[in-house]
Protein backbone atom coordinates (compact mmCIF):
# COMPACT_ATOMS: atom_id res chain seq x y z
CA UNK A 1 0.00 0.00 0.00
CA UNK A 2 2.84 2.57 0.75
CA UNK A 3 4.33 1.69 -2.15
CA UNK A 4 1.84 2.15 -4.55
CA UNK A 5 1.14 5.72 -2.61
CA UNK A 6 4.53 6.34 -3.18
CA UNK A 7 4.20 5.93 -6.64
CA UNK A 8 1.11 7.78 -7.00
CA UNK A 9 3.05 10.95 -5.34
CA UNK A 10 6.17 10.33 -7.67
CA UNK A 11 3.52 10.49 -10.66
CA UNK A 12 1.69 13.26 -9.46
CA UNK A 13 5.43 15.27 -9.00
CA UNK A 14 6.30 14.26 -12.01
CA UNK A 15 3.39 15.87 -13.81
CA UNK A 16 3.83 18.62 -12.04
CA UNK A 17 7.40 19.39 -13.25
CA UNK A 18 6.58 18.83 -16.52
CA UNK A 19 3.80 21.36 -16.10
CA UNK A 20 6.27 24.39 -14.67
CA UNK A 21 8.39 23.54 -17.76
CA UNK A 22 5.41 24.14 -20.20
CA UNK A 23 4.83 27.30 -18.17
CA UNK A 24 8.21 28.54 -18.11
CA UNK A 25 8.36 28.21 -22.03
CA UNK A 26 4.71 29.65 -22.30
CA UNK A 27 4.60 32.79 -20.28
CA UNK A 28 8.11 34.64 -20.49
CA UNK A 29 7.08 37.02 -17.96
CA UNK A 30 6.70 34.53 -15.55
CA UNK A 31 9.71 32.89 -16.44
CA UNK A 32 11.96 36.10 -16.70
CA UNK A 33 9.97 36.97 -12.51
CA UNK A 34 11.36 33.81 -11.25
CA UNK A 35 14.85 33.88 -13.03
CA UNK A 36 16.53 35.98 -10.28
CA UNK A 37 15.84 33.13 -7.72
CA UNK A 38 16.79 30.01 -9.87
CA UNK A 39 20.14 29.96 -7.68
CA UNK A 40 18.64 30.14 -4.16
CA UNK A 41 16.27 27.63 -5.57
CA UNK A 42 19.16 25.22 -6.18
CA UNK A 43 20.18 25.92 -2.81
CA UNK A 44 17.00 24.50 -1.16
CA UNK A 45 16.73 21.49 -3.57
CA UNK A 46 19.86 20.35 -2.35
CA UNK A 47 19.07 21.00 0.99
CA UNK A 48 15.53 18.78 1.12
CA UNK A 49 17.06 16.63 -1.11
CA UNK A 50 19.89 15.50 1.40
CA UNK A 51 17.40 15.81 4.84
CA UNK A 52 15.04 13.06 2.98
CA UNK A 53 17.14 10.52 1.51
CA UNK A 54 17.11 6.97 2.71
CA UNK A 55 19.64 6.78 4.08
CA UNK A 56 22.47 9.74 6.31
CA UNK A 57 24.17 11.45 3.42
CA UNK A 58 27.35 11.84 5.72
CA UNK A 59 27.32 7.63 6.13
CA UNK A 60 26.34 7.50 2.48
CA UNK A 61 29.57 8.92 1.49
CA UNK A 62 31.65 6.67 3.91
CA UNK A 63 30.82 3.35 2.19
CA UNK A 64 32.93 3.81 -0.37
CA UNK A 65 33.04 0.20 -2.09
CA UNK A 66 34.95 -0.81 -5.53
CA UNK A 67 32.04 -0.25 -7.50
CA UNK A 68 31.25 2.78 -6.00
CA UNK A 69 35.05 3.94 -6.48
CA UNK A 70 34.49 2.93 -10.08
CA UNK A 71 31.43 4.89 -10.72
CA UNK A 72 32.91 8.13 -9.30
CA UNK A 73 36.12 7.54 -11.25
CA UNK A 74 34.08 6.78 -14.28
CA UNK A 75 32.02 9.75 -14.11
CA UNK A 76 34.31 12.29 -12.44
CA UNK A 77 37.73 11.03 -14.61
CA UNK A 78 37.11 9.07 -16.97
CA UNK A 79 33.86 10.37 -19.05
CA UNK A 80 36.13 14.02 -18.82
CA UNK A 81 38.75 13.25 -19.94
CA UNK A 82 37.84 10.98 -22.96
CA UNK A 83 35.83 14.31 -23.78
CA UNK A 84 38.36 17.03 -23.18
CA UNK A 85 41.07 14.57 -25.24
CA UNK A 86 38.73 14.67 -28.07
CA UNK A 87 37.72 18.73 -27.99
CA UNK A 88 41.59 18.84 -27.91
CA UNK A 89 42.06 16.37 -30.52
CA UNK A 90 39.76 17.93 -33.37
CA UNK A 91 40.42 21.59 -31.98
CA UNK A 92 36.50 21.91 -31.01
CA UNK A 93 35.18 25.71 -30.47
CA UNK A 94 35.44 26.85 -26.75
CA UNK A 95 32.19 26.83 -26.44
CA UNK A 96 31.74 23.09 -27.54
CA UNK A 97 34.36 22.28 -25.23
CA UNK A 98 32.85 24.32 -22.22
CA UNK A 99 29.40 22.58 -22.70
CA UNK A 100 31.04 19.58 -22.52
CA UNK A 101 33.40 19.90 -19.50
CA UNK A 102 30.36 21.56 -17.73
CA UNK A 103 28.39 18.05 -18.70
CA UNK A 104 30.80 15.65 -17.86
CA UNK A 105 32.20 17.00 -14.46
CA UNK A 106 28.59 17.30 -12.81
CA UNK A 107 27.36 14.90 -10.06
CA UNK A 108 23.73 13.04 -10.96
CA UNK A 109 21.12 14.23 -10.59
CA UNK A 110 19.32 14.46 -7.31
CA UNK A 111 16.57 12.61 -8.76
CA UNK A 112 18.85 9.62 -9.64
CA UNK A 113 17.01 7.48 -6.96
CA UNK A 114 13.57 8.00 -8.25
CA UNK A 115 14.65 7.40 -11.90
CA UNK A 116 16.14 3.89 -10.53
CA UNK A 117 13.20 2.72 -8.93
CA UNK A 118 10.67 4.10 -12.13
CA UNK A 119 13.04 2.15 -13.97
CA UNK A 120 13.32 -0.91 -11.72
CA UNK A 121 16.97 -0.57 -11.01
CA UNK A 122 18.99 -0.09 -8.13
CA UNK A 123 17.96 2.96 -6.26
CA UNK A 124 20.24 2.27 -2.97
CA UNK A 125 23.29 2.34 -5.84
CA UNK A 126 21.83 5.07 -7.31
CA UNK A 127 21.21 7.24 -3.90
CA UNK A 128 24.91 6.11 -3.05
CA UNK A 129 26.58 7.53 -5.97
CA UNK A 130 24.65 10.79 -6.57
CA UNK A 131 26.07 11.80 -2.91
CA UNK A 132 29.54 10.65 -3.69
CA UNK A 133 29.60 12.41 -7.37
CA UNK A 134 28.13 15.43 -6.16
CA UNK A 135 30.34 15.72 -3.21
CA UNK A 136 33.70 15.07 -5.61
CA UNK A 137 32.08 17.32 -8.72
CA UNK A 138 33.40 21.00 -7.66
CA UNK A 139 37.20 18.71 -7.86
CA UNK A 140 36.39 17.29 -11.18
CA UNK A 141 35.33 20.48 -12.79
CA UNK A 142 38.10 22.75 -11.42
CA UNK A 143 40.59 19.82 -12.66
CA UNK A 144 39.43 19.63 -16.04
CA UNK A 145 38.52 23.06 -16.38
CA UNK A 146 42.29 24.19 -15.66
CA UNK A 147 43.26 21.39 -17.83
CA UNK A 148 41.19 21.98 -20.71
CA UNK A 149 42.06 26.21 -20.52
CA UNK A 150 38.50 27.08 -20.66
CA UNK A 151 39.13 28.19 -17.09
CA UNK A 152 41.01 31.76 -17.18
CA UNK A 153 44.22 31.45 -15.65
CA UNK A 154 43.27 33.96 -12.77
CA UNK A 155 40.29 32.21 -11.66
CA UNK A 156 39.62 33.72 -8.00
CA UNK A 157 39.77 30.18 -5.98
CA UNK A 158 38.79 32.18 -3.29
CA UNK A 159 35.20 33.06 -4.58
CA UNK A 160 35.37 29.51 -6.15
CA UNK A 161 35.89 27.78 -2.82
CA UNK A 162 32.65 30.09 -1.17
CA UNK A 163 30.35 28.92 -3.93
CA UNK A 164 31.45 25.37 -2.72
CA UNK A 165 30.72 25.82 0.66
CA UNK A 166 27.19 27.72 -0.14
CA UNK A 167 26.06 24.91 -2.67
CA UNK A 168 27.23 21.53 -1.16
CA UNK A 169 29.23 22.10 2.52
CA UNK A 170 26.79 24.02 3.79
CA UNK A 171 23.49 21.88 2.75
CA UNK A 172 25.69 18.77 4.26
CA UNK A 173 26.45 20.49 7.48
CA UNK A 174 22.41 21.49 7.48
CA UNK A 175 22.31 17.83 6.66
CA UNK A 176 24.25 16.83 9.66
CA UNK A 177 22.39 18.38 12.45
CA UNK A 178 18.99 17.22 10.82
CA UNK A 179 20.60 14.02 11.03
CA UNK A 180 21.78 13.98 14.44
CA UNK A 181 19.02 15.22 15.81
CA UNK A 182 16.43 13.23 13.68
CA UNK A 183 16.29 9.83 15.67
CA UNK A 184 14.93 12.50 18.97
CA UNK A 185 12.08 13.25 16.85
CA UNK A 186 8.88 10.88 17.00
CA UNK A 187 7.98 8.60 13.96
CA UNK A 188 4.75 11.11 13.36
CA UNK A 189 6.54 14.57 13.67
CA UNK A 190 9.22 12.69 11.61
CA UNK A 191 6.78 11.54 8.61
CA UNK A 192 4.73 15.52 8.96
CA UNK A 193 8.74 17.21 9.14
CA UNK A 194 10.17 15.10 5.83
CA UNK A 195 6.91 15.15 3.75
CA UNK A 196 6.79 18.98 4.54
CA UNK A 197 10.43 19.35 2.74
CA UNK A 198 9.38 17.26 0.37
CA UNK A 199 6.90 19.77 -0.48
CA UNK A 200 9.87 22.50 -0.31
CA UNK A 201 11.99 20.47 -2.43
CA UNK A 202 9.02 20.48 -5.40
CA UNK A 203 8.53 24.03 -4.80
CA UNK A 204 12.12 25.18 -5.21
CA UNK A 205 12.40 22.67 -8.54
CA UNK A 206 9.29 24.73 -10.01
CA UNK A 207 10.93 27.86 -8.86
CA UNK A 208 14.11 26.84 -10.87
CA UNK A 209 11.85 24.62 -13.91
CA UNK A 210 10.34 28.05 -14.30
CA UNK A 211 12.86 30.32 -13.84
CA UNK A 212 15.63 28.74 -15.94
CA UNK A 213 13.32 29.28 -19.00
CA UNK A 214 13.71 32.72 -19.07
CA UNK A 215 16.91 31.96 -21.39
CA UNK A 216 14.46 30.19 -23.92
CA UNK A 217 13.24 33.76 -24.96
CA UNK A 218 14.89 36.26 -27.04
CA UNK A 219 14.05 38.17 -30.19
CA UNK A 220 17.68 37.72 -31.70
CA UNK A 221 17.54 35.70 -34.66
CA UNK A 222 20.72 33.86 -33.73
CA UNK A 223 19.02 32.95 -30.47
CA UNK A 224 17.73 30.18 -32.71
CA UNK A 225 20.73 28.78 -33.89
CA UNK A 226 21.93 28.89 -30.31
CA UNK A 227 18.96 27.15 -29.08
CA UNK A 228 19.27 23.93 -31.69
CA UNK A 229 22.94 23.88 -31.28
CA UNK A 230 22.33 23.45 -27.69
CA UNK A 231 19.54 20.84 -27.81
CA UNK A 232 21.77 18.64 -30.08
CA UNK A 233 24.17 18.72 -27.20
CA UNK A 234 22.04 18.39 -24.76
CA UNK A 235 20.66 15.29 -26.26
CA UNK A 236 23.59 13.74 -27.85
CA UNK A 237 25.90 13.89 -24.99
CA UNK A 238 24.01 11.90 -22.36
CA UNK A 239 23.05 9.84 -24.89
CA UNK A 240 26.79 9.29 -25.88
CA UNK A 241 27.90 8.75 -21.94
CA UNK A 242 24.91 6.05 -21.45
CA UNK A 243 26.09 3.85 -24.11
CA UNK A 244 29.96 4.65 -23.65
CA UNK A 245 28.83 3.10 -19.62
CA UNK A 246 26.70 0.40 -20.66
CA UNK A 247 29.60 -1.04 -23.05
CA UNK A 248 32.16 -0.40 -20.59
CA UNK A 249 30.23 -1.86 -17.68
CA UNK A 250 28.78 -5.03 -19.34
CA UNK A 251 30.36 -7.39 -17.79
CA UNK A 252 28.89 -6.28 -14.47
CA UNK A 253 25.73 -7.19 -15.71
CA UNK A 254 22.36 -5.39 -17.32
CA UNK A 255 21.18 -4.57 -14.18
CA UNK A 256 24.14 -2.83 -12.85
CA UNK A 257 25.43 -1.39 -16.13
CA UNK A 258 22.17 -0.19 -16.74
CA UNK A 259 22.07 1.86 -13.41
CA UNK A 260 25.49 3.36 -14.06
CA UNK A 261 24.43 4.27 -17.27
CA UNK A 262 21.60 6.07 -16.04
CA UNK A 263 23.88 8.07 -13.68
CA UNK A 264 26.27 8.91 -16.08
CA UNK A 265 23.34 9.98 -18.42
CA UNK A 266 21.59 12.17 -15.86
CA UNK A 267 24.18 14.92 -15.20
CA UNK A 268 23.17 17.98 -12.59
CA UNK A 269 24.70 20.51 -15.00
CA UNK A 270 22.87 23.38 -13.18
CA UNK A 271 25.42 22.79 -10.03
CA UNK A 272 28.37 23.16 -12.27
CA UNK A 273 27.27 26.24 -14.15
CA UNK A 274 26.62 27.72 -10.07
CA UNK A 275 29.73 27.27 -9.25
CA UNK A 276 31.20 29.03 -12.00
CA UNK A 277 28.72 31.14 -13.16
CA UNK A 278 30.92 34.54 -13.07
CA UNK A 279 33.46 32.98 -15.10
CA UNK A 280 31.18 31.09 -17.50
CA UNK A 281 29.88 32.84 -21.28
CA UNK A 282 26.90 33.98 -20.04
CA UNK A 283 25.19 32.29 -22.95
CA UNK A 284 26.01 29.00 -21.49
CA UNK A 285 22.90 29.50 -19.25
CA UNK A 286 20.86 28.51 -22.36
CA UNK A 287 22.38 25.40 -22.58
CA UNK A 288 21.25 24.92 -18.81
CA UNK A 289 17.90 25.54 -19.57
CA UNK A 290 17.69 23.21 -22.82
CA UNK A 291 19.61 20.04 -20.72
CA UNK A 292 16.53 20.32 -18.14
CA UNK A 293 14.58 18.61 -20.70
CA UNK A 294 15.59 15.15 -20.05
CA UNK A 295 16.18 15.72 -16.44
CA UNK A 296 12.80 16.80 -15.55
CA UNK A 297 10.37 15.13 -17.87
CA UNK A 298 12.28 11.57 -18.41
CA UNK A 299 10.22 10.52 -14.90
CA UNK A 300 6.96 11.60 -16.91
CA UNK A 301 8.15 9.84 -19.85
CA UNK A 302 8.92 6.79 -18.41
CA UNK A 303 5.85 6.62 -16.18
CA UNK A 304 3.78 7.07 -19.29
CA UNK A 305 6.04 4.28 -20.91
CA UNK A 306 4.76 1.95 -17.83
CA UNK A 307 0.93 2.63 -17.97
CA UNK A 308 0.76 2.29 -21.82
CA UNK A 309 2.78 -1.40 -20.79
CA UNK A 310 0.51 -2.46 -18.54
CA UNK A 311 -2.36 -1.04 -20.79
CA UNK A 312 -0.96 -3.55 -23.24
CA UNK A 313 -0.39 -6.09 -21.88
CA UNK A 314 -4.15 -6.48 -20.04
CA UNK A 315 -5.67 -5.96 -23.81
CA UNK A 316 -3.31 -8.22 -25.31
CA UNK A 317 -1.88 -10.37 -22.45
Keep these: MQSDTDSAA ?3 SSFIIAAAVVVGISFPSIANAFFPYIFTALFFIVVFSLNTMDER ?20 F ?48 AMRAMVLTTAAMPFSLLFFGELSGVLPPDLSFTHYFLQIFYYLITPLAISF ?15 TLEEGMKGGALAAVLVFCIGVMAKLHSADPAHVQQLLFY ?7 P ?8 LTFARLGRHTSSTLAMLAANRNVALSFALLHSVF ?24 AQLLRRRWRRTFG
Aim: charged share 5%.
Design 57 to 76: PTLVATKIDGLLGAIVGWQL
Design 239 to 246: MAMYILTI
Design 177 to 191: IYWEFRQYISSRARK
Design 78 to 125: ALPAIAMLGCALFGAPLIITTVLLATTTAGSVFASPTLAQLMGLNRQL
Design 10 to 12: QGL
Design 281 to 304: PPNIMLFVAVSQFPIFLSPLVIRL
Design 231 to 237: AFFAAAA
